[in-house]
Every structure is written in C-alpha cells, then in structure tokens.
C-alpha cells in the first residue's frame, strides 16, 4: 500500500505503524506517530492499521549534550 510518509510517498509491505517503524529501521527508538493528523500512543501502534494514502508523520527523539 502507498502512504506518506515525513512528505514522501513509501510502498509499505505490512498494514500497521508497527510494521512502518519496522520497515524504516526506527524499531527501538523514541518516536512520535501521527496518523491523518492524530497521535497514535506507542501501545497502539500494533494495533492501528494504516490504509492506502494515509498521511504519516514521524519524529524521534534524538539525545545529545
């Protein structure tokens, strides 16, 4: 299915933001998702499924000193 995602068109293979992350190579990182404009809780991105042309926003939090 295609989405957008951060501005760009992506080919996602599975149906979910967790198979998203997956695909981006974001597992295990602080992130952010919004999904056609509404947060997604991290405890649901397993559960959300995404749909042909929805628009995502994704940010990760980045430490440093």
């Not at 149906?15 to 981006?24: C, E, G, H, K, R």
């Not at 749909?51 to 926003?57: A, I, S």
């Amino acid at each position: 299915m295609n989405l957008t995602v951060n501005g760009d068109t992506l080919t996602l293979d599975g149906n979910t933001i967790t198979d998203l992350v997956a695909q981006l190579g974001l597992t295990g990182r602080r992130l952010a998702v919004e999904v056609n404009r509404e947060i997604i809780p991290k405890s649901q991105h397993g559960d959300v499924a995404l749909n042909e042309g929805d628009v995502v926003e994704i940010v990760h939090a980045i430490g440093g000193g």
